[in-house]
């Protein structure tokens, strides 16, 4: 195996065939992801070559993997293209449009050149056969074979296989050249003529990986795509970073020390992003891209993007533009070390870093990238604002644990609308945005609905732990603000629940009933606090006696604090009113607009999880009294009821949702809306259905007088 650096004339000037297996995939690039950045690319070249010859600018096209063939009767060298094919197609359907073109210009010089690149001399070539140097054993053979010895000018329309990719890749880069070259009359087009040619034979570059017909090409090709290592976005962007600052004639080396500064452990550091981990470098450019254009940018996209955009919407040089990437990363290297500091006082853009790594997201970054863009010098009143409301939308979407797949899109889209707002007006309007938001995939939950879902929450299963603290953390700093105390540490404190998780040997109940209240209260916001250290299981499950006096150890935590000063025994109605009271801090520290309440016009979106007892009654579709008959055959003639709290009474317990009633019957998980009907048969989920077709009904009807 050798390695070779080729130019396309080096490649392909000799007599030889380059064949395309059978095995191999077809034809798929396309515009926008390969053609079209392929011929800007290109185009950027000879424009160099033509404004500034001195630069003498290159482009590298990436890597092939050619197999020889053994030597035998062939007159020609043959080459099978073991990887890289796709890159070879469109380079030879690019040469040959690029030749037809100046054929039909006139220029039969440059366009023999390339023809020679692309086509044998006759007189290699057995008597009927393809002059062609690429061959395609594969589906593609006829389609790449017709457009390739079509005499221009070709009238694609009439190709039989005008619908191939091929044929639409020969046609999208005669379309593009044509327009590029000009009147063949103009001034300029000669030198255009000629540089494109040049260009095309001697400044573009291939590295090929040359293998002989002995060697095991199937090891090779599995080696090179699946065994190594992906070129990360930064990685693109870098190579994009220094040939574009070699081209401009910078000095690359300093750029290199002084300019970029993507090559620390903090920047090479995987971050999980979802299901997926990203270079933190990478994860960056995304987000900075986002800022700087209002646009959902996808992982995948971001090296394309990025390169699209310096090339075509930046307005500056890189040599410009690279100073302003290096301070944006400053600073949001510095963001985030604060915020993974275990103390100190964090500012509000800190602090909104932190608790999107407790999280486990990265929605706002692109936004507080976008607040501190150079030159925007926003007051930092202005900011704050900005994000409190944007971090409340976020929150309370998450503590009704809303799905966040579609706000990606409104911070992009904040963004664009508002680059041009000017500093006074901003905050509102940031606010007015997400306020108008209306629809439950994006919609800004309102404080009444906050209450009603939280007041019975069991917060320490519904969210993940480090969520948790961040909310019991948030409450704390609210507390300690009134009275100009700093911030609590961030040191990943215990959540200690006060009535304990194993609370039946010191916090016993008279009856069956007023046990199930009890555990149904364990675990609720308002049964959790934060302790500077643990306590060991002996006190935390011990009576409340002995509990109150050991959590006055810990009092440095004003919400354990002031559990010190409740008098008497913890029980429900003190966890039920404490539950209240940090419900209303939470919506005090996470605001939202006065008089905003939320409302989403598709209802029905919200679907199964949404409804709950309660919200049957409320819509007279049950009544408390009611009887649930349960319809499994195994368990026929049982029966539940509705009591007053909207709860389900079986056997002497209670239960606020179908399904927990079901479990207790069939010992496993039961999905109760189907297994639970009423006394006329219908099923609890013929009664949901109702409730959310009657809620579709209003907001079409809502819908239809915001219309009028």
């Given at each position: 195996?050798?390695?070779?650096?080729?130019?396309?004339?080096?490649?392909?000037?000799?007599?030889?065939?380059?064949?395309?297996?059978?095995?191999?995939?077809?034809?798929?690039?396309?515009?926008?992801?390969?053609?079209?950045?392929?011929?800007?690319?290109?185009?950027?070249?000879?424009?160099?070559?033509?404004?500034?010859?001195?630069?003498?600018?290159?482009?590298?096209?990436?890597?092939?993997?050619?197999?020889?063939?053994?030597?035998?009767?062939?007159?020609?060298?043959?080459?099978?293209?073991?990887?890289?094919?796709?890159?070879?197609?469109?380079?030879?359907?690019?040469?040959?449009?690029?030749?037809?073109?100046?054929?039909?210009?006139?220029?039969?010089?440059?366009?023999?050149?390339?023809?020679?690149?692309?086509?044998?001399?006759?007189?290699?070539?057995?008597?009927?056969?393809?002059?062609?140097?690429?061959?395609?054993?594969?589906?593609?053979?006829?389609?790449?074979?017709?457009?390739?010895?079509?005499?221009?000018?070709?009238?694609?329309?009439?190709?039989?296989?005008?619908?191939?990719?091929?044929?639409?890749?020969?046609?999208?880069?005669?379309?593009?050249?044509?327009?590029?070259?000009?009147?063949?009359?103009?001034?300029?087009?000669?030198?255009?003529?000629?540089?494109?040619?040049?260009?095309?034979?001697?400044?573009?570059?291939?590295?090929?990986?040359?293998?002989?017909?002995?060697?095991?090409?199937?090891?090779?090709?599995?080696?090179?795509?699946?065994?190594?290592?992906?070129?990360?976005?930064?990685?693109?962007?870098?190579?994009?970073?220094?040939?574009?600052?070699?081209?401009?004639?910078?000095?690359?080396?300093?750029?290199?020390?002084?300019?970029?500064?993507?090559?620390?452990?903090?920047?090479?550091?995987?971050?999980?992003?979802?299901?997926?981990?990203?270079?933190?470098?990478?994860?960056?450019?995304?987000?900075?891209?986002?800022?700087?254009?209002?646009?959902?940018?996808?992982?995948?996209?971001?090296?394309?993007?990025?390169?699209?955009?310096?090339?075509?919407?930046?307005?500056?040089?890189?040599?410009?533009?690279?100073?302003?990437?290096?301070?944006?990363?400053?600073?949001?290297?510095?963001?985030?070390?604060?915020?993974?500091?275990?103390?100190?006082?964090?500012?509000?853009?800190?602090?909104?870093?932190?608790?999107?790594?407790?999280?486990?997201?990265?929605?706002?970054?692109?936004?507080?990238?976008?607040?501190?863009?150079?030159?925007?010098?926003?007051?930092?009143?202005?900011?704050?604002?900005?994000?409190?409301?944007?971090?409340?939308?976020?929150?309370?979407?998450?503590?009704?644990?809303?799905?966040?797949?579609?706000?990606?899109?409104?911070?992009?889209?904040?963004?664009?609308?508002?680059?041009?707002?000017?500093?006074?007006?901003?905050?509102?309007?940031?606010?007015?945005?997400?306020?108008?938001?209306?629809?439950?995939?994006?919609?800004?939950?309102?404080?009444?609905?906050?209450?009603?879902?939280?007041?019975?929450?069991?917060?320490?299963?519904?969210?993940?732990?480090?969520?948790?603290r961040a909310y019991l953390e948030a409450i704390e700093n609210s507390f300690r603000a009134e009275t100009g105390q700093p911030q609590v540490e961030r040191a990943g404190f215990p959540i200690e629940h006060i009535l304990?998780?194993?609370?039946?040997?010191?916090?016993?109940?008279?009856?069956?009933?007023?046990?199930?209240?009890?555990?149904?209260?364990?675990?609720?916001?308002?049964?959790?606090?934060?302790?500077?250290?643990?306590?060991?299981?002996?006190?935390?499950?011990?009576?409340?006696?002995?509990?109150?006096?050991?959590?006055?150890?810990?009092?440095?935590?004003?919400?354990?604090?002031?559990?010190?000063?409740?008098?008497?025994?913890?029980?429900?109605?003190?966890?039920?009113?404490?539950?209240?009271?940090?419900?209303?801090?939470?919506?005090?520290?996470?605001?939202?607009?006065?008089?905003?309440?939320?409302?989403?016009?598709?209802?029905?979106?919200?679907?199964?999880?949404?409804?709950?007892?309660?919200?049957?009654?409320?819509?007279?579709?049950?009544?408390?009294?009611?009887?649930?008959?349960?319809?499994?055959?195994?368990?026929?003639?049982?029966?539940?009821?509705?009591?007053?709290?909207?709860?389900?009474?079986?056997?002497?317990?209670?239960?606020?949702?179908?399904?927990?009633?079901?479990?207790?019957?069939?010992?496993?998980?039961?999905?109760?809306?189907?297994?639970?009907?009423?006394?006329?048969?219908?099923?609890?989920?013929?009664?949901?259905?109702?409730?959310?077709?009657?809620?579709?009904?209003?907001?079409?009807?809502?819908?239809?007088?915001?219309?009028?």
């Amino acid at each position: 195996m050798e390695t070779f650096k080729r130019t396309p004339l080096q490649l392909f000037n000799l007599p030889q065939h380059f064949v395309i297996p059978l095995f191999q995939r077809p034809y798929v690039w396309k515009e926008d992801l390969q053609w079209e950045p392929l011929w800007k690319d290109i185009r950027r070249v000879a424009e160099l070559r033509i404004n500034e010859p001195h630069l003498n600018p290159q482009h590298f096209l990436g890597a092939v993997v050619l197999q020889a063939h053994d030597a035998g009767s062939n007159r020609v060298t043959t080459w099978n293209v073991i990887d890289g094919q796709q890159r070879l197609t469109t380079l030879q359907a690019l040469m040959d449009a690029t030749s037809a073109v100046l054929t039909q210009a006139g220029s039969d010089r440059y366009a023999s050149q390339l023809e020679s690149l692309t086509h044998n001399p006759v007189n290699f070539i057995p008597e009927g056969d393809s002059r062609l140097k690429v061959r395609h054993l594969n589906n593609d053979h006829a389609a790449f074979d017709e457009v390739m010895s079509a005499d221009p000018p070709i009238d694609y329309a009439s190709l039989k296989h005008s619908d191939s990719q091929i044929a639409k890749a020969h046609r999208y880069f005669t379309t593009a050249v044509t327009q590029w070259l000009g009147d063949p009359a103009a001034e300029g087009f000669a030198a255009k003529a000629e540089q494109l040619a040049s260009v095309l034979q001697t400044d573009l570059q291939l590295v090929t990986i040359e293998l002989l017909s002995s060697e095991n090409s199937q090891e090779i090709f599995e080696t090179l795509n699946a065994r190594g290592t992906p070129l990360t976005a930064a990685d693109l962007v870098r190579n994009f970073v220094f040939q574009r600052l070699e081209a401009e004639g910078s000095d690359t080396k300093k750029a290199y020390k002084e300019d970029w500064p993507f090559e620390t452990k903090f920047w090479t550091k995987e971050i999980s992003v979802g299901r997926y981990f990203v270079s933190r470098s990478s994860l960056f450019l995304n987000q900075w891209l986002i800022s700087r254009l209002g646009e959902e940018i996808s992982p995948q996209s971001t090296f394309t993007r990025f390169k699209s955009y310096v090339e075509h919407q930046a307005g500056h040089k890189m040599a410009d533009l690279l100073p302003v990437l290096k301070e944006q990363a400053n600073l949001y290297e510095a963001w985030t070390e604060a915020a993974a500091r275990p103390d100190g006082n964090l500012t509000s853009v800190e602090m909104a870093v932190y608790r999107m790594q407790a999280s486990g997201i990265e929605l706002l970054k692109p936004l507080l990238l976008w607040l501190h863009e150079p030159g925007r010098d926003l007051p930092q009143a202005v900011i704050d604002g900005i994000i409190t409301a944007s971090e409340s939308w976020v929150v309370r979407r998450q503590l009704l644990r809303l799905p966040g797949s579609d706000l990606g899109r409104i911070v992009a889209d904040l963004i664009k609308t508002n680059t041009q707002t000017s500093t006074p007006e901003l905050a509102d309007r940031v606010v007015g945005h997400l306020a108008r938001l209306n629809v439950t995939s994006t919609y800004w939950p309102g404080d009444d609905e906050i209450r009603s879902t939280l007041i019975a929450e069991p917060a320490y299963r519904r969210f993940p732990r480090a969520r948790l603290r961040a909310y019991l953390e948030a409450i704390e700093n609210s507390f300690r603000a009134e009275t100009g105390q700093p911030q609590v540490e961030r040191a990943g404190f215990p959540i200690e629940h006060i009535l304990p998780q194993k609370w039946k040997d010191h916090w016993s109940v008279e009856s069956p009933e007023a046990e199930q209240e009890r555990q149904e209260r364990v675990h609720r916001l308002g049964n959790l606090t934060l302790l500077t250290k643990g306590l060991n299981s002996k006190v935390s499950n011990g009576p409340w006696a002995s509990k109150r006096k050991s959590l006055m150890e810990h009092n440095t935590i004003k919400l354990t604090g002031r559990l010190l000063d409740v008098d008497g025994e913890w029980d429900e109605a003190r966890i039920d009113e404490r539950t209240a009271m940090l419900v209303d801090r939470l919506l005090k520290v996470w605001p939202v607009p006065v008089g905003h309440a939320g409302r989403v016009v598709d209802p029905q979106t919200k679907a199964q999880d949404w409804v709950e007892i309660k919200h049957l009654l409320e819509a007279g579709l049950l009544s408390v009294g009611d009887k649930l008959i349960a319809t499994h055959r195994d368990f026929a003639g049982v029966e539940g009821v509705i009591a007053a709290d909207a709860k389900i009474e079986l056997n002497g317990k209670r239960f606020g949702t179908p399904s927990g009633a079901g479990n207790l019957l069939r010992k496993r998980a039961t999905n109760g809306w189907y297994f639970w009907s009423v006394a006329d048969g219908r099923r609890l989920r013929d009664l949901r259905a109702e409730l959310l077709a009657s809620a579709e009904s209003a907001a079409e009807a809502q819908l239809a007088l915001i219309d009028e």
